[in-house]
Structures are given as C-alpha cells and as structure tokens.
C-alpha cells in the first residue's frame, strides 16, 4: 500500500524561496503598519481583534545574526522520513509562525530544536553557532523554553511552587520562597503575564495557567520560546490577551517560535511565516501580503472550499425539539436556562458563545449524558426526555464530541474497536450480542477508504493517528449510521485545513440528504458558513437569533459577548 | 506484523520480570548463606519415580486452578477499571454457604454438585454487590469497601464456623463444618492422567481443573466478543468515552462485580468438592490476594492467567521440598512477590515502548507515501459534485 501512491514530495528548490523571500523584504521596506494592513487580504481578512503589539520595531535592514536557524534538518524513523531538508531562519526578537497541517511534521521538528531526539542530518544554528543537544536539558541550557500545548501543572500548588518546579530555589534545604516570589513578580511585571505567585494553579483559567507555562520557561532564563498550538485551548478573548503577552515578550527582545494551523491568527501575530507541507518546508510567506486562503492553499496544497453552504435544503419536518431545556451543575447553579430550539430535516442549527457558557451541558443534555431539571427533548415525534443515552443513539442521535479523546474514543484500542464505539448495538459491527470482528474490520476500512482517513489499517492504535485523521473516522462512523440529527459539537477542532474541508464537504452533503445538525462551534467562520440558523447562546440562555446570511463575524462576536457592539475587543 | 509485534511484547514483559525476579531471589537466597543453584534444583526436580513426577504435576495443577480462578475473578474487574480486592472474602464467606448447604441437603450426584456450586457463586456475586452497590449509589471506593467487607466476610465465616455452622465434635482441634455426602464431590480427573499413560499420582487430580477451563472460555469470549465485552472494556479504556457511547455506566459497575464475585466464588470449590468436602480452620486461605498477584502477571487475559498461575502453582510445590534442603520456605513468597513487583514496572516499560512506536506509526501515517496530496481528496469531492 505504501508503495503504490503518488511520489514523495520533492523539497522545493530555492527558487520558491527566493520568490517568497523577495515578497517578504518588497513588502517590509514598502508599507509602514499602519490601520491599512487590516485591509490586506480576502474576504477572510476582517479582522475582529485588535492587534496586539507594534511591529515596527523588528529590525529589518541590518543583518542582525539569526537567533535559530536550521539547515537542512532530516530526521528518520524507521521506515518514515518525518521531516526532510527542513530550512528555518528565525531572526532574534520576532514571533516565528510554523504551519502545516496536522502530520506535516511541525512536532518533530520542534521535538529536534528542543533536543528531544537528534535530528539524522542537518544543523541547528543558535545565534549563528553550531548547537546539539543530548536532552531538553541541554535546549534549556541554551535557552530555548518550550511552552506545550496540553499543560503540565500541578494543580493543588501554587503559581510559584509550579513556577520553580524542578529548579527551586534554596536556602539550606528549605525551599527559598522569598526569592522566588520576586523573581517571578519581576518576571511577571516585565512581560504583563499578571501573575499572583500564591494563587492556586486549580482557581486559575486557562489563560493564566498558559501564562504559568511561560512564565515557567522564562523563570528558566529562555531567550527563544516554542509555543505548540498555544491557542488550541483559548477563548477569542484569551487569543488576545495571549497576543498581547507576546507582544511582551517581543518587546523585550525574546524570540518566539509559534506553530499553530489557525492562520488567521498567525496573520494576525507573527512576523514571518514558515510553511511546512509533508515533513518539509515548503516556503516562508509574510503575513502582512498573504492571505489566509493563499497560506492555505500553501499548506495543503491544493486550492479550498470554503465553508459557505449553497441553496438551502431545511425541510418542514421537525428532527429536534428542545422545550425548556434547563440543567443544573453540582453545584446546583443553572448552567443551561430554559432552552428551546427546533431542528428541522436538512437544517443546521448553530450555536455559537464563548466557551463555558453552556454549550457543552446543552449537548450532553441532547446525548442523554446529563439530566435535565425541566424541559423536554423531542427527537422526531419521539419524547425522548428520559431515554438512555443508548436508546437515542439507537433513535437516530449522532454525536461528533468536542474532545474526541474523552468522548469519541478509546485510544488505546484499534481502529476498528473504535468504529464499533457508539453502535454497539447495530450492524454491521455487530451480530446479536456479538461482536463482528470481521464485519467490524471490513467496515472500518471502507470508512478509511471514504473518509480518507490516513493509518496503516484497521488494526492500527487510535494513538497512532493524528487528530485530523481520528477526527476522519468519527465524523465517518457517525455518519455511517445515518442518524436522523447529528450533534457536532467543534466538528473541526484541532484538525488541519485538509481535513476541516473534508469534514465541512461532509456536513454539507448530510444536511442537503435531509439529516438535521446541531453545530457548536468557536470558529465564527464556520458557524456562519454552515449554518442555516445561528443561535448565540450567553449564560446558559439563548440570547440571540441570528440569520447567518446577514451576519459579520464581527457582529456575531459582539452578541457573544453580550455586547452587541462591533468590535467590542 | 504489528499484532506479532504486540504479542511479542505482551509475552516479553512477564518473561523478563520472571528473569529479574528470580536474579533478586538467587541473590536473597544467596544472603541467607544457602546455594541459590541447590533451590533451583529443588524446584526443577519433581521426583525420581514416574508416580513422583506426576504426583509433583497434579500438586502444582490442582494448586493452579484456585489461583486461576482468583485471577480470573480479579481480572475481570479490572478490565473495566475496577480493583476488585475483595475476591478474599468474597471466595471466603462463598465457600462456607456452599459447604453447608452441600451438608445440609442430599441430592442424586450432578445436581447436588450444581447445587453446591450454584450457592457459592450467588453467595460471591452477592457479597462482590454490595461493593458495586455502595460505588453506584454513595460513590464508595470500591477499594475501601472491598476491602473492609474482606474483614466483615472472614469474621463472619468465623462466627458461622464456630457458631451455627460447626460440625467437628466439641473440643476437636480443627473445627470444620459437616462433612459434604458423596454425592456432592467432583469426581477427579486420575483416569484421564493414567489414560495419558502417565503413572497413577498418589493424590486426585482435581476434576474442578474442567469448570475452571469452562469459566476462562466463557470470559474469554464474553470480554473479546461480545458487546457486553466491549461495552465492559470500553469502559476500562475511558470511562467518559463508554458513556458518550451510550454505555450504563452505573449498570455496567453492578454488572461486572456481579460477574467478578460469582467467579470468585469458585475459588474455594477444588478443595471442597475435590479433597476435603468440608470448610475449616485449616481452609487454604489468601487466595483472593494472590489472585491480584496472578491477574496482574498474566496481564488480565486469561491465557495469561492461567499460565501464571501455573508458575505461582510450581513455585509453591517448592516450598516443602525446599525445607528438606534448609532453605526456608518464605523463598517462595519472596520470588512471587519479586515477580509481581517486576511484572508491574515491565507493564509499564512494555506501555511506553507501544506508546512510542504509535508515535512512530503516526509520524509514517502522516508522512507516508499514500498521504500523496492532501487536498486532492477535497478537490475529487469538489469535482464529483460539480
């Protein structure tokens, strides 16, 4: 199978470089930024946030020395070239964006610069000389601090204690509590990070507990810092304030290396872009002159769809019926207030809101997964209040979960285990009470095969799969029970442009074949793509009905945040 | 080749925790100032005469079958993520109900067997719900409770014992229950070894050996073919991912430790129904514990199990022997425990050496060939629509 596709991708020759390269430095010497370079770009380009930080202040004309540079960086595993003649300039005191789709290699490269494994050929470069390192230590030591994507904090310390974690301060053999607290105040004052070193890292959000990852790699003395798709776990509003934070850091003269696939956001952040497609680099863009789409298109590439739906297809027919829909948490407050909403065949329905705002309990209230203090759920003419969450998997309910690790797989089964989670009780996974193996497999590779998920086979481990490909075989098996609603809740999260494109193309053929969706999303483009009625959903509450066909996301940002002003960032 | 691999790995783990733990056992023997290779060879040898060496077989099988089936009800739990630590009095208390209602009634030979073993199972499955029960509806850990219940099930076979259950004369030495009728033993297995023409053993080979073969089929293909199953597994892999699937949670907890006691109610019945015919003072105790030690060296599949409990059955025949030769008998506990320590920490090297090369099968899927154009796939949608 390996064998018969098309032919490795053949590193580009300079001459893609140097196309790229004079773009970069014609547009740098040409345009001072300026309230202008808001209008650059497509029609993807309106820019809801403001923009954190000057970028003036990046050198331009003197050949200041490279704060890391690769050179022809290839890094094998056995029977895989992961990366391949990887180039990368990094100038000191700029925001360095990598992106690449999920798999491009973006992680094994940023695993080499952070001597987590030593790449088989090339150089790396740090101000101009050679570097190797044995260890993450050794990277350290050299001061590059590497700001993971999933956190790595103990929760029941504090800011401080998870601050010196591993190099504490020490007086005798007492931990030096003083001295830790100025410095990480200095740390914190100096780059706006907004730190209290007593706080407990349990009370803090997601915000500040991304700033106690970076203030753990500065507290470290790093000069470079990585950041690994730091915005995943970000709120639109968190994006910013993050934004900010490295506007910091730039000011300050610190160097940061930025991968991420939300290239709107890369536009909007980083001072040179570095392309990587199929474990190479493909090209450097300038995030002033390329717009979303042409990166894109760079990454994958291939020209995109966009998530815009054509005619509409909404039927009649009601699917879902939500009627007063109210849940309490644990704690007893009311975390979804009196929801009602219809579902109708070949409709989608979105909700959008900032997260924490409800959604999540509203979705789990549909599957079955939380009760409800009062309301009903109508699937069909079928109350379905009161059924199991099997029973209305059974009836027709389809569920793309949010966190697909938690909810939508057992990653440390195969692949075909994981076509069978959720329809246990159907074929052609199942005979009886029986699993059918064979019937589970063959299954498994037809979804594979349609749904281009990328993994050796069936029996492959769930882990092995990059979330873009784990997305594929969700999306591919929800699909392939034909429900009569399918609830995707970030149908698109964490997946690269490939995939997301794929998955859209997807939704949108189910929707026009009559299923009705219930779309939750972040992504306001995708929101305002796909949907057919928008709902905004504030506290718990549906504040807001929007038609789609008439909406900005910058409007749809304001009734997010309850503001209803443009702009409201 | 990948599953090759994977077994290669699962059977490699406990191979190189036995080797390591019998390293730390030669060395412990050797501290003690005996002969690390005169234990070997006592272990390794099982007699001179042929009725000798079977006899050594049938001690170490019919040890065996009660440590399978320990491990076999510890494992089922824990396929589902739950630690079942009460198999001790679940087996415990089992065994003595079974003992006297197998005293109390007579009945023509099968049914009174299926009777015996029917009480037992229902008495374990019973106790084993009481911890299920105290999870689902108070949040019970259902370690705390197992193991306190251990405690409340062998006072209670106690009391029962010298209470209203006794059935040994006054002022006997061992106080035993009323003996089982003829009626209610498992015949043994001798006519099978000597029709193997292997010589006759001086003691019965457990016919029990049968039910414990039926019960490890039966789980075996209730945990890897069934929805059951995979409902229970699922569960054990991610509990929030078996519940987004639709599976009851909550059902699936009184379930399984129903499942697991009754299993564990077996425990006791090889020597019950096979040797002894009545519970006693002198009942082989511990089993339930070391069933824990057997279900986690046979990695909670029961082929696994069953070969482990082999191993512990062969190392405890040792023990006599191994008195004969001066070298304490507790050398066979330290070598179990040995074993179980190294098999802990080889599951979890065998763990992260699967997780790496997952890693490594995810950077060839993405890298490999057959990605060849990532949006083409879209673009051959695009096309096909338009």
Redesign the interface.
């Known amino acids: 199978?390996?064998?018969?596709?098309?032919?490795?991708y053949t590193p580009p020759g300079p001459a893609v470089f140097r196309v790229y390269r004079l773009d970069v430095a014609r547009s740098r010497r040409g345009t001072a930024p300026g309230p202008d370079d808001l209008r650059s770009g497509g029609p993807s380009d309106t820019v809801r946030h403001h923009r954190p930080g000057p970028r003036r202040e990046t050198p331009l004309n003197e050949p200041a020395p490279l704060a890391v540079e690769l050179r022809g960086i290839t890094k094998r595993?056995?029977?895989?070239?992961?990366n391949s003649g990887i180039e990368l300039r990094v100038r000191r005191g700029e925001v360095h964006a990598i992106v690449g789709?999920?798999?491009?290699?973006k992680s094994?490269l940023m695993k080499t610069l952070y001597g987590m494994h030593r790449p088989d050929e090339g150089e790396i470069l740090l101000d101009g000389a050679p570097a190797s390192f044995r260890s993450p230590a050794d990277a350290i030591a050299a001061g590059i601090g590497m700001v993971h994507q999933h956190f790595m904090l103990a929760d029941n310390f504090t800011v401080l204690e998870n601050v010196v974690l591993g190099s504490e301060p020490t007086k005798g053999i007492r931990l030096d509590r003083a001295t830790a607290r100025t410095r990480i105040r200095d740390i914190s004052d100096r780059y706006a990070l907004g730190l209290d070193p007593d706080q407990l890292v349990e009370d803090l959000g997601v915000g500040d507990r991304q700033r106690v990852e970076i203030a753990k790699v500065l507290y470290r003395g790093a000069t470079t810092l990585i950041l690994d798709e730091p915005t995943a776990v970000l709120v639109p509003q968190e994006v910013d304030e993050l934004f900010g934070n490295l506007a910091e850091l730039k000011r300050e003269g610190l160097t940061v290396i930025f991968i991420s696939h939300k290239l709107d956001e890369v536009r909007k952040v980083a001072d040179a872009i570095t392309v990587i497609?199929?474990?190479t680099t493909v090209g450097t863009a300038d995030p002033r002159t390329t717009t979303a789409r042409q990166l894109a298109?760079m990454?994958?590439?291939?020209?995109?769809?966009t998530p815009q739906t054509r005619a509409s297809t909404v039927r009649d027919t009601p699917v879902l019926e939500l009627q007063g829909v109210t849940v309490a948490a644990p704690d007893a407050r009311t975390v979804v207030d009196d929801v009602s909403l219809t579902v109708r065949e070949g409709e989608v329905v979105g909700i959008a809101g900032v997260e924490g705002n409800g959604q999540a309990e509203l979705v789990d209230a549909v599957?079955g997964?939380r009760s409800l203090t009062a309301g009903t759920v109508r699937l069909g003419a079928d109350d379905i209040t009161a059924w199991?969450?099997?029973?209305?998997?059974?009836g027709g309910l389809g569920?793309i979960?949010e966190d697909r690790h938690?909810?939508?797989?057992?990653?440390?089964?195969p692949l075909w285990?994981n076509r069978?989670?959720?329809?246990?009780?159907r074929p052609p996974a199942?005979k009886g009470?029986?699993?059918d193996?064979r019937g589970a497999r063959a299954d498994t590779q037809r979804i594979m095969r349609e749904y281009?998920v990328?993994?050796?086979g069936p029996?492959?481990?769930a882990?092995?799969?990059?979330g873009g490909?784990q997305q594929k075989l969700i999306v591919g098996r929800e699909m392939t029970a034909r429900p009569r609603l399918l609830i995707a809740a970030h149908p698109t999260r964490g997946v690269?442009v490939?995939a997301q494109?794929?998955i859209w193309?997807l939704l949108k053929d189910a929707r026009a074949e009559g299923m009705g969706i219930v779309l939750v999303s972040a992504d306001l483009d995708e929101l305002i793509g796909l949907s057919d009625t928008l709902h905004v959903m504030l506290r718990g509450r549906l504040v807001a009905t929007l038609d789609p066909a008439r909406l900005t996301p910058e409007e749809l940002g304001g009734h997010m945040t309850g503001g209803n002003t443009v702009g409201a960032a | 080749m990948t599953l090759l691999r994977r077994t290669g790995l699962a059977v490699f783990a406990p191979l190189l925790a036995i080797v390591v733990a019998l390293a730390i056992s030669a060395l412990v023997i050797a501290v003690i100032g005996e002969n690390p290779l005169t234990a070997v060879r006592v272990m390794l040898d099982f007699g001179e005469t042929p009725s000798q060496q079977t006899q050594a077989m049938v001690v170490v099988v019919n040890r065996a079958v009660p440590l399978f089936l320990a491990g076999l009800a510890v494992s089922v739990a824990f396929r589902m993520g739950l630690f079942n630590i009460g198999v001790e009095g679940q087996y415990r208390l089992a065994t003595i109900l079974a003992a006297a209602v197998g005293a109390a009634v007579a009945l023509p030979g099968p049914l009174h067997v299926l009777l015996i073993i029917g009480v037992a199972m229902a008495v374990g499955a019973l106790w084993a719900a009481v911890v299920a029960v105290l999870k689902v509806t108070r949040g019970v850990s259902e370690v705390i409770s197992s193991i306190m219940l251990n405690f409340i099930a062998l006072g209670t076979a106690s009391f029962l014992l010298t209470g209203p259950l006794r059935g040994s004369p006054e002022g006997a030495s061992v106080i035993t229950t009323s003996d089982i009728p003829e009626s209610g033993w498992f015949p043994g297995l001798n006519g099978v070894v000597t029709g193997l023409g292997l010589a006759e053993p001086r003691s019965d080979l457990h016919g029990f050996l049968l039910v414990a073969v039926v019960a490890g089929v039966v789980v075996a293909v209730l945990l890897t073919r069934t929805r059951f199953g995979f409902d229970l597994r699922a569960t054990g892999l991610s509990p929030s991912a078996a519940t987004a699937s639709g599976v009851d949670a909550r059902g699936m907890v009184i379930k399984t430790m129903l499942i697991s006691g009754a299993i564990a109610g077996l425990i006791g019945l090889p020597d019950l129904l096979g040797t002894s015919h009545h519970y006693g003072t002198e009942f082989t105790a511990g089993l339930g514990f070391l069933g824990i030690a057997v279900a986690l060296l046979g990695r909670n599949t029961p082929v696994g199990i069953a070969l482990a409990a082999l191993l512990f059955g062969f190392l405890d025949r040792a023990a006599i022997p191994l008195q004969f030769e001066g070298i304490p008998a507790s050398v066979v506990t330290i070598i179990q425990g040995t074993i179980v320590l190294a098999v802990v920490v080889a599951n979890q090297v065998a763990r992260q050496i699967t997780r790496r090369q997952a890693e490594r099968g995810s950077a060839r899927a993405g890298a490999s060939p057959t990605t060849g154009d990532g949006g083409r796939t879209t673009d051959e949608r695009e096309g096909a629509r338009a």
């Open positions: 199978m390996d064998g018969g596709g098309p032919e490795r595993f056995p029977g895989v070239v992961a789709e999920n798999g491009a290699g094994t497609r199929r474990g298109e990454m994958v590439g291939a020209e995109l769809p599957m997964l199991s969450t099997r029973r209305r998997r059974e569920f979960p938690r909810q939508g797989m057992l990653l440390e089964a285990e069978i989670l959720g329809h246990q009780t199942v009470s029986f699993i193996r281009d990328r993994a050796p029996d492959t481990l882990m092995a799969l990059s490909n690269d490939g494109s794929v193309e």
